[in-house]
């Protein structure tokens, strides 16, 4: 049974809990340091509030950020159930990472909380050191990402016995002082929460659903949203040149396509930022083929291309003040009697020649014809690309951090800024002449692999040279689009990765 969630915000004053009849609800409340409680929660709890000092006590509760109690049938109050969850934050993990993470406390409290159909939260924390509007709404937010779910293709009729029945409906509201407030502050937070949830849709989507075709169908929805929306299918594509995209899907029954969206929120003739995106339905590795152990996890080899849809989604949806540009690739990596072979050279849309060594190494091939496209095209202030590009990058960073490749340090100082700002981190990687050489081609331009060592650098640096003098970055995403480690906001195996610190790049430096 599919879940939805629906949130409010409400006023404080209005929430009674200590009179009338009983109600099922599950009622949230705050902790800082030693149980203590701001004035409004004592208020509100009134006699409720004499046990939890003992029931504290006894599940050894210190009111820290990521811990709760739970008491049943509370005496003096009408809820079934009340939680009180720590807000005493543990030690910040960077200067750039915020005091208390609102987005993960909400996310927390959603898991705690779940079960339940009708949610109360009486968000007045003890010690406030934020701006409550902004608080509440980065609060709403972890709700909505934590109760995403993914499971259009359950059907629900051979649930396991023992599987609890979860409500179809989650009615969640977030009580606070200035209720107007928070709604407003929300409206941003809101639009990010969505997109989050679309990229996390695409990935989560099996292959045979979502191929190329079907991809730029769903992209093309953002049109309702004021987004332009360019999709170009193979013969478009084959007229500009772009062979090697097109080599890469060539083996595919399913057409290519590459998509462009522009959302024109920012002043007219100001230059656009420039967001671009690998969108490999399925990777099978081509006429290179992969081996078979946990191939299924290459439906997510679009996660890049998720990311770019859903960060555009997020900005049209916020009316962000920004001229931004989307593009994504989307090609199937099929083998077959069409299919590209080792060996083969391809000339790119830039000109460049190339060499395939890997059928396999096929992202960089994607990126090479859009990078070109977009900042011929567009001439953007700068390109940020996002690929599932390199199973190296998960051995330099495991699923902590996304790479970052970069040949502007302005532009990667204000994405590692972005990242501890919002736990989507990035680390930035080496760059250099040396690496060239692994590159250099015996009969063409350049090869797609430099061999075993350095990877994930190789493969920047193919990029690279198709980016021209553009301030540009490369995100390789392989870690941490997918099958990550679970949190309190993501319990989705396509995790969404890369909306929500786009976005904040772009709040933080490029809105007008
Ligand atoms: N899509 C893969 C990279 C990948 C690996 C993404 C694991 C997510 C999880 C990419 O197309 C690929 O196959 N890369 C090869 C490159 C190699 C042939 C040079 C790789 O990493 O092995
Ligand atoms: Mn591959
Ligand atoms: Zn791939």
New binding site residues.
């Given amino acids: 049974m599919p879940q939805t969630v629906e949130v409010a915000f409400a006023s404080l004053a209005d929430l009674h809990v200590r009179e009338g009849e009983p109600r099922p609800d599950t009622l949230v409340v705050f902790a800082g340091e030693n149980m203590a409680l701001s004035a409004e929660t004592r208020t509100l709890l009134g006699a409720a509030a004499s046990v939890l000092p003992r029931a504290a006590e006894t599940a050894k509760f210190k009111g820290k950020v990521g811990s709760a109690i739970e008491i049943l049938a509370p005496g003096h109050l009408t809820v079934g159930k009340l939680i009180v969850a720590g807000a005493t934050p543990g030690k910040k993990s960077s200067p750039e990472a915020p005091e208390l993470d609102y987005a993960s406390l909400g996310g927390y409290v959603m898991g705690k909380a779940g079960g339940a159909s009708n949610i109360l939260v009486a968000l007045d924390l003890p010690a406030w050191k934020a701006d409550p509007a902004a608080a509440a709404a980065d609060f709403m937010m972890g709700v909505k990402l934590r109760a995403y779910n993914f499971d259009l293709y359950k059907t629900g009729k051979k649930k396991d016995k023992d599987e609890e029945e979860k409500p179809s409906l989650v009615k969640v509201t977030i009580c606070v002082a200035d209720p107007d407030a928070a709604r407003g502050a929300s409206l941003g937070r809101d639009a990010i929460a969505d997109g989050v949830r679309f990229a996390r849709s695409l990935v989560n989507e099996p292959p045979n659903v979502l191929f190329p075709v079907e991809f730029a169908n769903r992209a093309k929805t953002l049109e309702k949203l004021g987004v332009e929306v360019e999709i170009l299918d193979v013969a478009e594509m084959k007229k500009l040149g772009m062979n090697t995209l097109l080599g890469v899907g060539q083996g595919s029954a399913n057409d290519s396509r590459c998509v462009v969206m522009r959302w024109n929120g920012g002043k007219a003739g100001e230059k656009p930022v420039a967001f671009v995106g690998k969108g ?1 339905t399925f ?1 099978t ?1 081509g006429i290179s083929i992969k081996p078979a152990g946990g191939m299924e ?2 439906k997510g ?1 679009m996660g890049g291309a998720a990311c770019v849809v859903g960060l555009m989604q997020a900005l049209a949806t916020r009316k962000a003040k920004v001229n931004a540009i989307g593009a994504i690739g989307i090609v199937e990596n099929m083998p077959g009697g069409k299919a590209q072979r080792p060996g083969d050279i391809v000339t790119t849309m830039s000109g460049q020649t190339i060499e395939i060594i ?1 059928t ?4 960089r091939l994607v990126l090479a014809d859009v990078l070109w496209y977009v900042q011929d095209k567009y001439k953007p202030a700068f390109m940020v690309d996002l690929a ?5 990058i ?1 051995v330099s960073l495991g699923q902590e951090y996304a790479g970052l490749f970069s040949n502007n340090d302005e532009l990667s100082e204000r994405l590692t800024k972005a990242g501890l700002a919002t736990g989507e981190k990035v680390w930035r990687m080496p760059m250099g002449p040396a690496y060239e050489k692994m590159i250099e081609s015996k009969f063409a331009d350049m090869k797609t ?1 430099g061999g075993r060592h350095a ?1 994930s650098i190789t493969a920047a640096h193919i990029l690279q040279r198709f980016v021209n003098d553009t301030p540009w970055a490369h995100l390789d995403i ?1 870690g941490t689009a997918m099958a990550s480690p679970q949190t309190d906001i993501n319990q989705s195996w396509g995790s969404g990765w890369g909306v929500r610190l786009l976005d904040r790049l772009v709040a933080d430096h490029y809105e007008s």
């Fill in positions: 490999v990777d590795g996890d290459m080899d890997n396999d190494a096929e992202g599932t590009l390199t199973g190296a998960l692999v990877g392989a």
